[in-house]
């Protein structure tokens, strides 16, 4: 078993090395790189030059001169051939040192981490709330199944599922928030203005106010998806063997779904908590944007249009090498929660 999870560890080095090899040879390739976007903001007085179109980008290397070229790929490290600038970058982030930043000039783990209030805010509170409420709704529509509540409660819960969360946002700001019907919430940000003036329980309800809509938003999916896998899961064990002699033997029908069939029912759901380390990365550019948040989600958005490489490749690293630990988690949850899977 040992053994197992090691070999699981050892394949995560060239997963990520595959993974940041594809993704920076196709940064490196787009069109509009670092160097185009600081002459466009020279030639215009631009702050922010991620608005500049592609085509732009190819143009604005036109009528400069080839010491100003030199001098900007030096800067910015362009002078050296594709491969070694890659085994530069890698040496660096084996020192966790991520580069700097082209447009906010800091050092780009500070500007990720800068953001991750947010976005982690939004994850862990997102992730609880989908557990605690889709496994006993799971339960209920399991030992209900078929009944009124059952067949109500899947059909809202699939109409839910069927809107995009963006849209779901729209719909919530004007009729909550808009002032065109209600005006219950705010429209967008994370606290008040005045803040910093509150009492510790002013802070709390400040920031309950400010989450109530884009959290609905955030978590309105996988309240379907966890609730049915917890429904499905409950009525495949309260079908098997043991159940069935659970019951000859007069047990109360509580105590044959929560002590016998619920154990084995949840295992499906804990091994899906491996990926409780993406909640570090929860960011949706989409509900960002409309609820005027400054997460991750905005920042890998705004990264890729003013090229900003290194930002673009320390999220890439960081998510990937997350996402691959969090399989790893899985499997062990598999084991812990289930000693008959063995993976040797």
């Known amino acids: 078993m040992l053994k197992y999870f090691l070999r699981r560890l050892a394949i995560i080095i060239p997963t990520l090395l595959g993974v940041t090899i594809v993704v920076f ?9 670092p160097i185009e976007q600081k002459l466009q903001q020279m030639r215009f007085g631009s702050g922010d030059g991620g608005g500049e179109s592609s085509s732009k980008g190819r143009g604005a290397t036109q009528g400069v001169s080839d010491e100003v070229m030199e001098a900007l790929k030096k800067q910015y490290g362009f002078d050296k051939p594709l491969h070694v600038r890659y085994l530069l970058w890698l040496k660096n982030i084996a020192t966790l040192n991520f580069g700097e930043s082209f447009t906010y000039e800091e050092p780009v783990i500070e500007v990720i981490t800068s953001k991750f209030p947010v976005s982690l805010q939004f994850g862990i509170i997102s992730l609880l709330l989908s557990y605690i409420v889709s496994i006993p709704l799971g339960i209920v529509k399991a030992i209900k199944k078929g009944g009124t509540f059952d067949i109500v409660s899947s059909f809202l819960l ?7 969360p963006f849209m779901l946002a729209i719909l919530l700001i004007v009729f909550l928030s808009g002032g065109s019907f209600f005006e219950w919430f705010p429209v967008g940000g994370i606290h008040s203005e005045a803040y910093e ?16 809509l884009p959290l609905i938003c955030y978590t309105i ?51 899906g908590l491996g ?15 409309i609820f005027q948040l400054d997460g991750v989600g905005l920042l890998s958005y705004k990264s890729v249009l003013s090229r900003d490489y290194n930002v673009i490749m320390g999220l890439v690293f960081i998510q990937s090498a997350l996402f691959l630990l969090g399989n790893v988690i899985s499997d062990i949850a598999y084991v812990l929660v289930d000693p008959r899977i063995d993976f040797t």
Do not use: Q
């Open 221 to 271: 999916g996988s309240f379907t998806s966890l609730t049915i896998l917890m429904k499905n899961s409950l009525i495949d064990e309260i079908k098997k063997d043991y159940i069935r002699t659970a019951r000859a033997k007069g047990l109360e029908e509580r105590v044959v779904y929560m002590k016998h069939a619920l154990k084995n029912a949840l295992i499906p759901i804990v091994t």
């Open 158 to 164: 699939f109409i839910f599922y069927s809107i995009p």
């Open 25 to 33: 040879i196709i940064i490196n390739m787009a069109p509009g790189g």
């Open 197 to 212: 003036e509150f009492t510790f329980w002013e802070k709390i309800m400040d920031r309950i106010h400010h989450f109530t």
């Open 275 to 289: 990926g409780f380390l993406s909640v570090f990365f929860a960011g949706s550019l989409l509900l960002e944007t």
